[in-house]
């Protein structure tokens, strides 16, 4: 289905989140398709931290569309969950979800096995809570990952932030940081790379850092970027964001500065349409599904912004900010979209065919050798 929707106001839609989990269109021919591994081998990405520090909900909030006051009512978590999103999500990836306290002693407990198919292991600490035993904690854990393989991307979430004001969350990220440094140079780790970011489920915050997260395992990144790069330069496109709908996740954006409110507002942009359509789209039996080809959205917001989002593949949308006066040439942007979505189409292989190792990383597709430089064939 396709949607025109003018919005007088930028402000005037709430943000909904009856978001379904599972809206993705049937399988057709060339669809981007996963080729599923057996789930053991995919790669993971894991979630650790102290018990309480809000792991789960983390992933109960970005995967599974569970609002942020139910995860209030979570129970804690006693054993390793797997949740395997790639079924719904470009996003090919595990996430394992870490009772409070794993013991590193127990001999049931293989974490050399763990590691060895990390891609990212995400460290989560409360800063809501007195974080000296997390940080205790975060080091014993990255210097024996990083020991097992060091090619894991170290990901410290400084969590609960939304209770911090703005002064006390820079001072407690200057703070961790700072100890948490010492405690690998005291350990003649200075190689082990941390990377820090300030996080909420009450807020996009903990979108905007999974995004990154998942950016660093997606191998195509630079083509993606360099594609966006030239697909908003030939169109008079301010941002433009290729996003996991389900998700949220951006998983590539052009190279312009990311603005916390720009990328918001198109997440707001995936909600609305995700939600006119499962409430009008769908047939009277409920059948049909809320994001297919079809998928389209113009929004006009009262500030001279237009947002334009489309279809690019069963996962994927790009979603783009621009000036009206830009968008008065939309058919050299449709045009440009439609170069930009064969590009991408390209890049990625058609995965029927594809098959995934335990070495590979994340990314649902593999790369094809058409797309030299991350120049598509067809200029944009
Ligand atoms: N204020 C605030 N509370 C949060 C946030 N994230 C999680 N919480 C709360 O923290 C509590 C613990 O969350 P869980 O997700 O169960 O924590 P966990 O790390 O999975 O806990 P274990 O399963 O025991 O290891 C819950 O009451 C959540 O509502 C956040 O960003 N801000």
């Not at 001999?107 to 940080?135: N, S």
């Not at 200057?174 to 941390?194: M, V």
């Not at 769908?282 to 049909?288: C, H, I, Q, T």
């Not at 389209?296 to 000036?323: D, G, P, Q, S, W």
């Amino acid at each position: 289905m396709s949607i025109q929707y003018e919005a007088p106001l930028a402000d005037s839609y709430g943000v909904a989140d009856s978001f379904p989990k599972d809206f993705g269109y049937g399988e057709e021919e060339g669809d981007i398709e996963d080729n599923p591994a057996p789930s053991d081998s995919k790669p993971r990405i894991l979630l650790m931290g102290l018990r309480r520090s809000g792991k789960s909900s983390i992933q109960k909030v970005v995967f599974h569309k569970m609002s942020p006051n139910e995860t209030l009512f979570l129970e804690s978590t006693n054993k390793i969950y797997k949740d395997d999103i790639s079924s719904s999500s470009f996003v090919n990836f595990q996430i394992w979800d870490f009772p409070g306290q794993v013991d590193f002693f127990d001999p049931t407990f293989d974490y050399e096995m763990i590691f060895r198919g990390t891609g990212a292991l995400i460290f989560v600490i409360d800063a809501q809570d007195d974080y000296v035993e997390a940080l205790g904690r975060l080091h014993l854990t990255v210097s024996r990952a990083y020991r097992v393989n060091p090619e894991i991307n170290f990901e410290v979430f400084i969590h609960k932030v939304d209770g911090l004001s703005d002064d006390h969350k820079i001072e407690t990220q200057r703070d961790i940081h700072q100890r948490a440094n010492d405690d690998l140079a005291d350990a003649s780790l200075e190689k082990l790379h941390l990377s820090f970011y300030l996080t909420s489920i009450y807020d996009h915050s903990i979108f905007e850092a999974f995004s990154k997260v998942v950016q660093k395992l997606i191998p195509q990144l630079p083509t993606l970027e360099n594609l966006l790069n030239i697909f908003i330069s030939n169109s008079g496109i301010e941002k433009a964001f290729l996003f996991d709908v389900v998700s949220k996740i951006y998983i590539a954006t052009d190279s312009s500065p990311v603005d916390m409110q720009s990328y918001e507002l198109c997440c707001d942009m995936i909600d609305v349409v995700i939600d006119v359509s499962c409430i009008y789209g769908l047939k009277e039996d409920g059948s049909g599904s809320a994001y297919d080809k079809e998928s389209m959205a113009i929004i006009k917001l009262n500030n001279t912004t237009v947002l334009y989002l489309k279809e690019v593949t069963k996962f994927l949308a790009l979603v783009c900010i621009l000036r009206e006066e830009s968008f008065e040439r939309k058919g050299l942007i449709d045009y440009n979209f439609h170069c930009f979505r064969k590009a991408i189409h390209e890049v990625f292989e058609v995965g029927v065919s594809t098959s995934r190792t335990s070495n590979q990383p994340i990314g649902t597709p593999l790369m094809k050798t058409v797309a030299l430089n991350g120049t598509p064939r067809s200029t944009v």
